[in-house]
């Protein structure tokens, strides 16, 4: 079973690079984020064709959350309880075995800008609905663009970038408390030493010059550790692909073992 995470960073911008990539890489459950697109505008009928069920809760112009599937799933949460007004940035389901959930987490723009503690309030209300709704001896998942460097090890800057936005102790911290409800960092956990990134500026040539940062995870439970295979930044897909341009995330994939 392959499982992944993917900041496409627009639906339409990005939907044929999308399709090639599910075509390629087959995955069974997918967590997209910054859909960028109404519910109602999205398009059912194209990933039906590649045999994709999608759930959807998506947003005009900014945030928006959708995971598709193979098999059917069914919905269990939309929106981050008391924090709707940050936008659509969760959808939880329940497929093919697993509380599948993923996340558009806050950005927090800088470190003086309002939405930091913004950031900082809805990681907590995170926190607080995972502790209440997510037993840890389940089968979980919790994964997608969370907007956090968790070590300097999975910044291109390592120490140096400590205490900017991202990497401040503030917002590891709340990182660290998913974590401490029973979820593991499954590419780290199965890459202690790895330094890989998931995410690179457009700007400055960023991608080929290395200069990433890794935030976008999949989180999962011991029930979920034990099956895991192997975790893949797919950095191939983070390049152009003919004349389709890629988003500014790669895609981040597990596979997991049937038992």
């Known amino acids: 079973m392959r499982i992944a995470t993917w900041n496409i960073n627009g639906l339409k911008a990005r939907l044929d690079y999308l399709c090639l990539w599910l075509a390629e890489r087959r995955p069974d459950v997918v967590g997209l984020q910054e859909l960028k697109t109404e519910d109602a505008q999205f398009p059912h009928a194209r990933f039906a064709e590649l045999g994709y069920v999608a759930h959807v809760h998506g947003e005009k112009a900014w945030n928006g959350v959708a995971v598709l599937s193979r098999g059917e799933a069914e919905v269990f949460q939309r929106g981050l309880p008391g924090q709707e007004a940050l936008g659509a940035r969760l959808i939880g389901v329940r497929v093919a075995g697993l509380d599948f959930t993923t996340v558009y987490c806050p950005n927090g723009k800088t470190l003086a800008h309002v939405d930091y503690q913004r950031k900082l309030d809805w990681f907590e209300a995170l926190a ?7 037993a840890p001896d389940r089968a979980t998942v919790l994964c997608g663009d969370f907007n956090v ?6 910044s291109w800057r390592g120490a140096d970038g400590d205490g900017e936005i991202f990497h401040t102790t503030l917002e590891r911290e709340r990182f660290a408390t998913l974590l401490a409800l029973g979820l593991i960092d499954l590419y780290r956990d199965r890459h202690p030493e790895g330094r890989a990134y998931s995410w690179w500026d457009y700007r400055g040539g960023s991608f080929h010059r290395g200069h990433g940062l890794r935030i976008d995870t999949l989180l999962g439970s011991e029930a979920v550790r034990r099956r895991v295979v192997e975790v893949v930044i797919d950095r191939d897909f983070r390049k152009k692909q003919g004349e389709l341009t890629p988003s500014d995330h790669a895609p981040v994939y597990a596979d ?4």
């Open 149 to 154: 460097v968790p070590h300097a090890t999975d």
């Open 256 to 259: 997991l073992s049937d038992r």
């Open 128 to 134: 607080a609905y995972w502790a209440e709704r997510h």
